[in-house]
Each structure stands twice: as C-alpha cells, then as structure tokens.
C-alpha cells in the first residue's frame, strides 16, 4: 500500500458479513478543509442498523460505516485558521449545525456513516468549522466516543432542563444511557438505570445510579420506578428504546420530559395520548446536537474531569466483530475500533 492510499472497511451489501478491508486513495483537503488520520472510531446503533438494512434502505454501495472518531490533524487547506497541523479533533456528526437548529438538508444529507462517507478508514477530510477540539485528558479511543453518543445524552439533558434534585430515568447500558447517567450526576440529580443483566445494574450503580431495575424480571417496570421516586415518577426519561414509550408515559412525572433518542426495542409505539396530555408531559425527538452544544458538553467534561465508559476495543480488521458485539447486546458502554 502507499502513502497515497489507505486502509478503509467497506460496507459491499447490507449486512454484517459483507464489510470488507479495502484501498481507497487518502483524500486532499481543499479550501477551508483538514485532513484528519483517524485514531479511534466508535460505534453506534445507527450504524449497526444501517449495515442491516433497518435505516436508509436506499442508501448507495458500497459505502464507508461509522460517525464518531477522533483524530490528528495531519494537513489543512487553505484559509485554515481553526486548527492547525498536530491537533487532535473529532468531526461533527452533522456537517454544517453549528448553532441552533439544523436545516432539513443538513438533517437528510449532512451525516457522517451515511450518507456521508463514514470513519472507518484511515484519514478523513472535513471543513475546518465542522469538528470541535477535543478535552485534553481525554484518550484518543475516549474522545471518539463523544460525536453522537456524548452530545445525545447531553442535549436530552439540557432539552429536559435537567436540575439537582431531579430524577432520570435512562433505559439500558449502552453508550448514550451512560453518558446521560454520567451528566445527571454531574448535574445532581438522581438516576434509575433500567437492564436486563443484574451485573450491568451493579456495575451502573457504581458509576453512581441511584436505583437499579432488572426489566426482564419486572416487565411492567413504570410503577417500579414510580415507587423509587417516592410515587412522582420520573422528571427526564431518556428514551433509547422506542418501543417502550408506552411505559415511558406511565413512569414519567407531570409536567415531565421525555426525550426519543433511539428505536433499539423498536420503531414503532402505541401510546394513550390521555397520558400525554392531562399530565402535560413534553415528548421531543433528540437529534445529536449542534457544534456550540458539543463544545459546551466539552467544556462541562474537561472541568470535572470525566471519563467515557468504554466496553472494548477491535482493530480495523476486526470491524465485523465489533458490528457482531453491539448485535449481540453484550456490551457496556461504548465498543471503539482503533485503525
């Protein structure tokens, strides 16, 4: 291989099996643009459900996997005044949202891992004013798994107006249900941690859950969460399941919040709209967040010095068993592929 092509995994179908280690040539930055080498990449379930043909059936192949990374600035465009040569950064999941809302373009069509070309190669080039420095105590495998799962749990938060004293409720143990358990905390509030593995419970109380509820022991787990909540319920839930939000409506407070983040139990939800409206409950989707969010997220990270959790690493060529570990639900925290 030379130095004007590098490693990359391609996506040739849609499903696990058909990611394949190739070539493809390291790309030149432009005006106003930064080549970066990746150092890490971290995986998501939008990425896993991309690959398995549940999200963006029409998506073109073959295509490069994966949103989140950090990385070293190795060369930079003209006009580059934002980072220089040496840094470490980690791209914007959505190219373009720097501050308030996104356009509906740059929501369809300015994502990284789809329809942008995704992390998982060796060097990537992006605008300059579309990545963000990252905290300096940070590993390089810890910083890149901050890009969607870190920013979503952060926005669910700050949408939810999170305060001391509040209780959140965070479904499962993956990347954004531990995050959102790490900023509740640093916020003050207090957290119930839903799981299917009493081991995982024990291991989220210790990052500092409050309550630990096993779902497979309690299916009906809304009056539970109730009753750890002294019968208020919960004033933020973080609803990574989807298919869920019934119970969602049933555990949350009045006047609570409930932020959609993800679909991992399902895409679809039938609730009681009484329980929406006489309790005046707020239901908004989360979609990451913007450039200024994320820097602030940064900011609130660098200053209590606080660490991402992260479940394992895999090499470049071992993608497919990365991918194979996030299908199974085994992990904890966030699963990083090092090129």
């Known amino acids: 291989m030379s130095r004007d092509t590098m490693r990359a995994i391609e996506a040739t179908g849609f499903s696990i099996d058909a990611l394949r280690l190739g070539e493809r040539p390291v790309p030149s930055p432009r005006r106003g643009e930064i080549l970066v080498r990746i150092r890490a990449a971290s995986l998501n379930y939008r990425d896993l459900a991309i690959l398995v043909h549940r999200y963006l059936p ?25 980072f220089q040569v040496g840094e470490r950064v980690m791209p914007l999941y959505t190219q373009g949202w720097h501050d308030g809302r996104p356009t509906p373009q740059q929501r369809a069509g300015a994502t990284l891992g789809a329809p942008l070309s995704g992390v998982l190669q060796e060097y990537i080039v992006v605008p300059a004013e579309d990545a963000v420095a990252v905290p300096s105590h940070l590993s390089d495998a ?12 952060w926005s669910t938060l700050q949408e939810g107006g999170v305060k001391t004293g509040d209780w959140v409720l965070v479904e499962g143990t993956g990347g954004v249900a531990l995050f959102a358990l790490q900023f509740a905390k640093l916020a003050g509030a207090r957290v119930v941690v839903l799981s299917s593995s009493d081991e995982k419970l024990a291991r989220a109380q210790a990052l500092g859950a409050d309550v630990g509820i096993n779902y497979r022991a309690v299916p009906d787990w809304a009056p539970a969460v109730r009753e750890a909540t002294g019968g208020r319920g919960a004033d933020i839930v973080v609803e990574t399941a989807g298919g869920s939000l019934d119970k969602s409506l049933a555990a949350v407070a009045f006047g609570g919040f409930i932020g959609i983040i993800g679909f991992v139990a399902g895409a679809q939800a039938t609730i009681p709209l009484r329980a929406v409206l006489g309790p005046m409950v707020r239901i908004q ?30 090499g470049l060529a071992d993608t497919a068993q990365a991918f194979r570990r996030m299908e199974a639900g085994s992990h904890f925290g ?5 090129p």
């Open 285 to 314: 989707g989360i979609a990451v967040g913007s450039r200024t969010r994320f820097e602030a997220m940064n900011r609130a990270i660098a200053a209590h010095g606080l660490r991402p959790v992260i479940d394992r690493r895999f």
């Open 142 to 153: 810890e910083a890149a798994t901050l890009p969607i799962a870190a920013v979503t749990a």
């Open 58 to 82: 029409n998506l073109a192949l073959p295509y490069v996997p994966a949103s989140d990374a950090c990385g070293e600035v190795v060369a930079v465009g003209e006009e580059v005044s934002r």
């Open 334 to 338: 966030k699963i990083v592929v090092e």
